[in-house]
């Protein structure tokens, strides 16, 4: 068989890479269950038609078929998306979240908060953290008609939380980049501009195409004035950790004659978050009025999240507050939420050099075997080791012990126990466990001896430790 062509898009690490990624995701886990979100598993397929409604990702979808599927005719009964294989595979978390929560509304205490961490496939092009295969994690308050404002707060600051728990690995530092839709549609509508989605989704490409590119689209596609798109420019240009941003977009609009109730409120709730913030996370959050979003579907705060030192990997955790995640035409259900790119923070946390895993394997000891026919000795040492919590691993032949010492050196593994030899007159010696990084070699019990609390587990730490 040939060598197989790497297939790009769909990444696979090697076993210190996959280590990493698993710190990753049991930090990210651990944090969110501390602030009470409940952890749930939706399915990889949704029917095709519900995730055809985001339009812009329509031609990302994966569609689900079989190989064999019948050209007859499907039979009676047989549900509609099941027919002619229309079926996807979900593009990001979120529709299928939606899903979820209104067939299981009945059952489900509301507010009710979720993480859900789960591979995800979108059909794009593959570049530096863009892949067509890989793992999301999201966190969510929904509620059952109403959603309190503060949980637009909070949830911002646990993805702090959580992605600053990662500082400690050789995660650079974060900036969560916060904006409100309610500031942005009063701005702009105070302005005269009635097309806001088309003005939101032009500034949403401010950093990809310029300040003058930008206001070009918004004199042809928003139907803007030169001043108008200028005015635009400006309240974008405006960002602060502090609440003295929000001063500056009130003496904006006053420049621009603009009066807004929706302006108002939505910096109203800007500020609140601007002053949580401040409190519990200094310096993390920051209120940028150029945080567009350019979704149609988001109602209220929005959020984009970028590694200081790495912006152009852009950003690593978005979402916002969306007023209608599901209704079942009787019932409303609003939320808000954010998904963190785990796959685009480990590519670069590898790629980058940022981090190392101590060891590529588990165990923290290899048994020697001194002959084959004493391999149940080793065998018994492994088990009275394990059964104590520590990993171990037998080694693969009774070969010199020289050889079986570079075995674990060529693993990571600290290391290797010498089963207790039997003397000439019958008599058999201590077992002894040597520690191959300083060559210290004492008596041990396997029923008594653990490796350091450092050793016992692979650890993730930033490369240069």
Known sequence: MARPTPLSGFPEWLPDGRIVEQHVLDVLRRTFELHGFAGIETRAVEPLDQLLRKGETSKEVYVLRRL????????????????????????????????????????????????????????????????????????????????????????????????????EIGLPPVRILVNNRKVAEGFYRGLGLTDVEAVLQSIDKLDKIGPDAVAALLVDGAGATAEQARACLELASLSGSDETVIDAVRALAAAHGIVSELLDEGLVELGALVRAAAERAPGVVVADLKIARGLDYYTGSVYETVLVGHEQLGSVCSGGRYDTLASDGANTYPGVGLSIGVSRIVSRLLTAGLVRATRSVPSAVVVAVTQEESRAASDAVAATLRARGIPVEVAPAAAKFGKQIRHADRRGIPFVWFPGTVAEDGTVGPDQVKDIRSGEQVDADAALWSPPEADLWPRVVPAEA
């Open 68 to 167: 064999q599927e019948e050209a007859t005719a499907a039979p009676e009964g047989t549900a509609a998306t099941e027919r002619g294989g229309q079926l996807g595979l979900h593009f990001d978390l979120t529709v299928p979240f939606a899903r979820y929560v209104l067939e299981n509304a009945g059952h489900l205490a509301f507010p009710f908060r979720r993480y859900q961490i789960q591979k995800v496939w979108r059909g794009e092009r593959p570049q530096d953290g863009r892949f067509r295969e890989f793992v999301q994690a999201d966190i969510d308050a929904v509620g059952a008609g109403a959603l309190p404002y503060h949980y637009e707060v909070e949830l911002p600051l646990v993805i702090a939380e959580a992605l600053g728990a990662l500082r």
